[in-house]
């Protein structure tokens, strides 16, 4: 005879026994133990004793500051010192922004922009990328500015008026640099900030901050472990600007806030937004948890959709202009002005499998060149195929089709 005896205890018992009770075999069977399930809260609200520990005040800033570059760059009276002063070179005293809080801040764009840990940590290209940008400023005052009357021709910078619509200002390829500077910052700044250093594991992981998550030990003077923080500042380089960044509703700025909203109201793309807020939550939630395998997953999700946010305007703005070329040549450049920005950001994008941007960063390179080689813009009025093959080279790379973008 066979007896089983389970014990609801820590381990499970189970006893064989025969016929005799000399003959007695007992197996002990450690229980697994069970791991409770990370739920995400159903708004990024994450307090410790009462208060919260989610901070992400340095990319408000940056993103504010952001927005008042932008805005100077259409200012025609802006000298380029004050551009480059605003932009971070600070060539002269940090005060033209108008704002006592901004002025005041010892925190500047041109630090962060091209600036992460896994992608350009001690790199030259580090170095080249600012400079570029520098460029846009510099050619922004000494090409647009003095021809800011003058009507922009093919070989001539200046302004040029949209069928019922802006007057857009470009340089004597079409480009308008302004464009190129605010689209290419999203990729530089927010996106690069964003995927490739505060949800990179290196930068989660980064000195003690797995020990101290795990023994809940804080950063100095402050509610919030270190790793807890920098998830946050990610999520702050996407919703800092928003007035209540707990439960956004974007459009909340002229970065990737705006164009996340603009994918999302997008048929093809709807529930992009939740996805990546939702993996924002429960990333989070997993860092309080210890989870660090879920917690790299969410951040995951967040690179790959936040990469395809980039791809698809990209698209958008290429086959956007290539549609006006024939009827509206200022709207057309100014759609190609913003899709050369969009280019341009693609090289901040992530791949989570190859560990770098979808497009081989020479390609992006070619692409960006080929949209200002020659006579630029104006090129494309005689032969648009540059920039139908430019789509669906993006457009299959980051999984969609050109007509889901248009």
């Given at each position: 005879?066979?007896?089983?005896?389970?014990?609801?205890?820590?381990?499970?018992?189970?006893?064989?026994?025969?016929?005799?009770?000399?003959?007695?075999?007992?197996?002990?069977?450690?229980?697994?133990?069970?791991?409770?399930?990370?739920?995400?809260?159903?708004?990024?609200?994450?307090?410790?004793?009462?208060?919260?520990?989610?901070?992400?005040?340095?990319?408000?800033?940056?993103?504010?500051?952001?927005?008042?570059?932008?805005?100077a760059?259409?200012?025609?009276?802006?000298?380029?010192?004050?551009?480059?002063?605003?932009?971070?070179?600070?060539?002269?005293?940090?005060?033209?922004?108008?704002?006592?809080?901004?002025?005041?801040?010892?925190?500047?764009?041109?630090?962060?922009?091209?600036?992460?840990?896994?992608?350009?940590?001690?790199?030259?290209?580090?170095?080249?990328?600012?400079?570029?940008?520098?460029?846009?400023?510099?050619?922004?005052?000494?090409?647009?500015?003095?021809?800011?009357?003058?009507?922009?021709?093919?070989?001539?910078?200046?302004?040029?008026?949209?069928?019922?619509?802006?007057?857009?200002?470009?340089?004597?390829?079409?480009?308008?640099?302004?464009?190129?500077?605010?689209?290419?910052?999203?990729?530089?700044?927010?996106?690069?900030?964003?995927?490739?250093?505060?949800?990179?594991?290196?930068?989660?992981?980064?000195?003690?901050?797995?020990?101290?998550?795990?023994?809940?030990?804080?950063?100095?003077?402050?509610?919030?472990?270190?790793?807890?923080?920098k998830?946050d500042?990610?999520?702050?380089?996407?919703?800092?600007?928003?007035?209540?960044?707990?439960?956004?509703?974007?459009?909340?700025?002229?970065?990737?806030?705006?164009?996340?909203?603009?994918?999302?109201?997008?048929?093809?793309?709807?529930?992009?937004?939740?996805?990546?807020?939702?993996a924002?939550?429960?990333?989070?939630?997993?860092i309080?948890?210890?989870?660090?395998?879920?917690?790299?997953?969410?951040?995951?999700?967040?690179?790959?959709?936040?990469?395809?946010?980039i791809?698809?305007?990209?698209?958008?703005?290429?086959?956007?202009?290539?549609?006006?070329?024939?009827?509206?040549?200022?709207?057309?450049?100014?759609h190609?002005?913003?899709?050369?920005?969009?280019?341009y950001?693609?090289?901040?994008?992530?791949?989570?499998?190859?560990?770098?941007?979808?497009?081989?960063?020479?390609?992006?390179t070619?692409?960006?060149?080929?949209?200002?080689?020659?006579?630029?813009?104006?090129?494309?009025?005689?032969?648009?195929?540059?920039?139908?093959?430019?789509?669906?080279?993006?457009?299959?790379?980051?999984?969609?089709?050109?007509?889901?973008?248009?």
């Amino acid at each position: 005879m066979k007896r089983v005896i389970l014990s609801m205890i820590a381990v499970v018992t189970v006893v064989f026994a025969s016929c005799s009770d000399d003959d007695v075999q007992e197996v002990i069977i450690p229980e697994t133990p069970v791991t409770p399930e990370v739920t995400a809260p159903p708004t990024y609200k994450f307090e410790r004793s009462g208060e919260s520990t989610v901070s992400f005040g340095g990319q408000t800033t940056r993103i504010k500051m952001a927005e008042k570059i932008i805005s100077a760059l259409k200012d025609k009276t802006k000298t380029k010192i004050e551009l480059d002063s605003m932009f971070g070179r600070k060539l002269t005293t940090h005060n033209y922004f108008s704002d006592n809080d901004l002025d005041s801040s010892p925190k500047n764009v041109r630090s962060k922009t091209a600036a992460s840990d896994d992608y350009f940590d001690g790199e030259q290209e580090a170095v080249d990328r600012k400079l570029e940008f520098d460029s846009f400023i510099s050619k922004q005052v000494t090409e647009v500015f003095p021809n800011w009357e003058v009507d922009a021709a093919e070989g001539t910078p200046g302004k040029i008026q949209e069928l019922g619509g802006s007057t857009r200002y470009v340089n004597a390829k079409g480009l308008e640099y302004n464009q190129a500077f605010a689209k290419g910052l999203i990729g530089a700044l927010m996106v690069d900030q964003m995927l490739n250093h505060y949800l990179s594991p290196a930068v989660l992981d980064g000195g003690t901050n797995k020990e101290d998550n795990d023994a809940g030990t804080l950063a100095q003077d402050k509610n919030y472990t270190t790793m807890e923080h920098k998830w946050d500042e990610a999520y702050g380089y996407l919703y800092g600007n928003e007035v209540n960044p707990e439960v956004p509703v974007l459009g909340a700025d002229s970065f990737l806030n705006k164009y996340l909203k603009r994918v999302n109201d997008d048929t093809d793309f709807s529930g992009i937004k939740e996805e990546i807020y939702d993996a924002f939550k429960l990333g989070r939630a997993a860092i309080v948890a210890k989870d660090y395998e879920l917690r790299d997953k969410q951040a995951n999700i967040i690179k790959e959709a936040i990469s395809k946010v980039i791809a698809i305007r990209a698209v958008y703005y290429l086959q956007t202009g290539k549609n006006n070329l024939a009827t509206d040549l200022a709207s057309a450049f100014h759609h190609l002005s913003e899709g050369y920005g969009f280019v341009y950001a693609l090289r901040f994008t992530r791949n989570t499998t190859t560990q770098q941007p979808h497009l081989p960063v020479a390609e992006i390179t070619k692409f960006v060149n080929v949209l200002q080689a020659g006579t630029g813009f104006y090129s494309f009025k005689y032969d648009a195929n540059p920039l139908v093959e430019m789509s669906t080279r993006i457009a299959s790379v980051y999984g969609f089709t050109v007509d889901q973008a248009k």
